[in-house]
């Protein structure tokens, strides 16, 4: 299995917020004795908390930020969909409190994240766990199957039209159109191409011959900013395909992928069934609890294209407030009702129940600086 230690990022700094997803609610404040650590049960807690990152993480985001305002009403959490890249990006340069993102932090990376956080360092919690669909949009096509080779084959520009024999030999039962393929892919460094394209390495073999990175290899095809813009761009088009966070597909079609002798179709609950089937990524810091996927597995019922989007913030920040914002915010995000109000939002697989004490850990370590 191919770790991600090595990334290559490079991402444009993306100032405004323009994108903001923001929820605030305005009411009697009960009166607590202790903040921070219950998700959200205290009450009583004001103030603002402003994060960035994984666009294909909007949805979830959404219904974390609901969920959260019901029992926290004085609190407004500000989450700005711009990307895993920028969200990293914004975090480590000290311009939010913590990230969203869909590729856990690279070895340069984690020396940033000294320097903004100190040596107690980051933590990086698996909180969201979503298939990738290989969304398309061809007339008279209900069903796709589509092996690992053949998929690759697609996205490297080497299988050009949808009745190409590969395609076929996946589908003996359809009838596929004599029309051009349009591939289209993310423009922007992106988690979701991270992801993707480390399944497509893993499991394609020769048929994909190119490093695994954020940013789109090959040349050519469509590109659009975003996860909504992948979905815009395929469905306004006819013969395209794209991949995109499967919350994200609406009426599209979704093709089923090739796993061993099977061809399994993106669900909550085949994302879950491979995530329990990894392993934790070895030598990384105390908190962080970043997953080696199985992208090759041939398990049945599991689908390998998964995204797993960590929330990345200090295990110290400079002031209580803060503090106390981010554990009790996280301690919601984790908990039964948080991942719930998650899943109805978006479609994602709620963590085990394993997860979500490892990521307490992480949570209860959360201080401010001395």
Not at 82 to 93: D, H, I, Y
Not at 266 to 280: I, K, M
Request: glycine letters at 12%; hydrophobic letters at 35%; one cysteine or more.
């Amino acid at each position: 299995m191919l770790k991600l230690s090595t990334k290559s990022r490079a991402t444009t700094l993306s100032v405004a917020l323009a994108g903001t997803l923001a929820l605030s609610a305005c009411g009697a404040s009960n009166e607590a004795d202790n903040a921070g650590g219950g998700g959200g049960e205290s009450g009583g807690l004001s103030g603002t908390l402003v994060g960035a990152g994984s666009s294909a993480m909007q949805a979830a985001m959404q219904g974390f930020i609901a969920g959260y305002s019901s029992v926290q009403p004085d609190v407004t959490v500000n989450y700005d969909p711009v990307g895993s890249g920028g969200g990293r990006e914004q975090f480590l340069a000290g311009g939010t409190d913590f990230a969203g993102t869909d590729a856990y932090l690279d070895d340069e990376e984690l020396a940033q994240a000294e320097e903004r956080c100190g040596s107690s360092g980051v933590f990086e919690l698996p909180n969201y766990i979503s298939p990738i669909a290989v969304i398309y949009n061809l007339d008279g096509v209900d069903e796709l199957n589509l092996s690992p080779e053949t998929l690759a084959g697609i996205f490297n520009q080497q299988i050009t039209n949808w009745n190409d024999p590969a395609i076929a030999a996946d589908n003996p039962d359809a009838t596929l159109p004599d029309q051009a393929i349009t591939p289209v892919n993310r423009s922007d460094e992106s988690g979701t191409t991270e992801n993707f394209v480390e399944y497509l390495s893993a499991a394609a073999g020769e048929a994909w011959p190119h490093e695994v990175s954020g940013d789109w290899p090959v040349a050519g095809g469509e590109a659009a900013q975003g996860t909504s813009g992948v979905v815009s761009a395929v469905s306004g088009g006819q013969g395209t395909i794209g991949y995109a966070d499967l919350s994200q597909a609406g009426d599209l079609g979704v093709a089923n992928i090739g796993v061993g002798e099977e061809f399994v179709a993106p669900s909550p609950e085949a994302a879950a069934a491979v995530v329990e089937n990894s392993d934790r990524v070895e030598d990384r810091p105390e908190y962080s609890f970043a997953v080696d996927l199985n992208r090759d597995t041939t398990g049945s019922g599991e689908y390998p294209i998964v995204l797993i989007s960590y929330h990345v913030g200090c295990v110290e920040y400079e002031d209580q407030e803060t503090a106390d914002l981010v554990k009790d915010f996280m301690s919601y995000v984790v908990s039964e009702e948080g991942q719930q109000a998650a899943a109805e939002a978006s479609g994602s697989a709620p963590i085990s129940e394993g997860l979500r004490e490892q990521a307490q850990t992480a949570i209860d370590a959360i201080t401010a600086a001395a």
